[in-house]
């Protein structure tokens, strides 16, 4: 679209929730650690819901990047990007293509790998697992949960399963306040 189409549509965006952490938490997002824990985060829209990507910012209104916020878990925040740019799906298939890329790399191009492998693919949350030509998927967030749809959408474009199972039975998930 011409240049003041693209300027109207992100305007209309809505702006994503913020949420501000204390010194302590923005000394660990700056060191790019990956959570902030919920006694480091000091101020949280009251109607947040569970599992949205937001803002973070320090006391002095630095954006430290974008995470996830799960209301129930002591890990609070769980980051997925340090740019202060929401997430969207190009992103998420940026990070997957990576993610396999990695692992191609490291020779895992067996019939059985893990493909995703939570916060160390800067996926909080989603693990996918490969075997020959299904998948499996675990959620443990409420954030990777409210994305599963669009991720699954994304695993079958990029390789094609058969089947994909979801395997959301862990006990980690109630601390996170999701059903089985």
């Known amino acids: 679209p011409p240049r003041h189409e693209r300027l109207r ?11 501000s ?35 973070v910012i320090d006391n002095r209104n630095r954006a430290l990047g974008r995470a996830a916020w799960s209301a129930g878990s002591q890990i609070a925040l769980r980051f997925v990007r340090w740019e202060d740019e929401d997430p969207d799906d ?11 890329a990695r692992r191609e790399r490291a020779g895992m191009t067996g019939p059985a790998r893990r493909l995703v492998f939570g916060e160390a693919d800067e996926w909080p949350g989603l693990v996918v697992d490969q075997y020959a030509d299904c998948l499996a998927v675990q959620t443990s967030t409420p954030a990777a949960e409210r994305l599963a749809g669009s991720w699954t959408g994304l695993l079958v474009e990029r390789l094609g399963p058969r089947a994909i199972v979801a395997r959301n039975d862990l006990k980690v998930r109630r601390l996170e306040g999701l059903d089985p």
């Open 21 to 55: 952490v204390s010194s302590r938490g923005a000394r660990r997002a700056l060191s790019r650690h990956p959570w902030i824990y919920r006694g480091d985060v000091v101020d949280v829209p009251a109607d947040l819901p569970n599992g949205v990507f937001v803002r």
């Open 9 to 19: 549509l992100t305007a209309q965006r809505p702006a994503s929730p913020t949420v």
């Open 90 to 100: 190009a992103f998420w298939a940026a990070r997957l293509d990576a993610a396999i």
